[in-house]
């Protein structure tokens, strides 16, 4: 069965970096996403990718974040840079297969989620 372990939140100050790794087990060409949860808030999408040519991002990541996969090490990755207070948030990378799979930032369509790394920004 699939399995997703995220890694690399942490607290940082705001302008600063921070590098996410979702590990992926069980499933091969996947459509994955990165998805974030805010205290209050719903879980919204932040960055998905279907495959190198297919990626879309949140108007509040684009320019900011990138998200990328090593299929060779089944590790997809978020790379967030000049990071904002309002980043701050729970992330959690999610997985589809088969017909399920497009572009599509809403959680709705993801089956598989990971126990998510918390991310602060002060």
């Known amino acids: 069965h699939v399995q997703l372990v995220e890694s690399g939140g942490g607290s940082v100050q705001a302008g600063g970096s921070l590098r996410l790794s979702c590990v992926v087990s069980g499933c091969h060409g996947c459509c994955m996403g990165w998805f974030r949860q805010a205290p209050g808030k719903q879980r919204e999408g932040v960055a998905v990718t279907v495959g190198a040519n297919y990626i879309e991002y949140a108007d509040a990541a684009q320019g900011r974040f990138t998200i990328s996969r090593d299929n060779a090490k089944n590790t997809v990755y978020l790379q967030m840079n000049n990071l904002k207070p309002e980043d701050t948030a729970m992330y959690y990378c999610?997985?589809?297969?088969?017909?399920?799979?497009?572009?599509?930032?809403?959680?709705?369509?993801?089956?598989?989620w990971g126990q998510g790394t918390q991310v602060t920004v002060s």
């Open positions: 999610a997985a589809v297969w088969g017909v399920f799979c497009g572009v599509s930032l809403s959680p709705d369509e993801y089956a598989v």
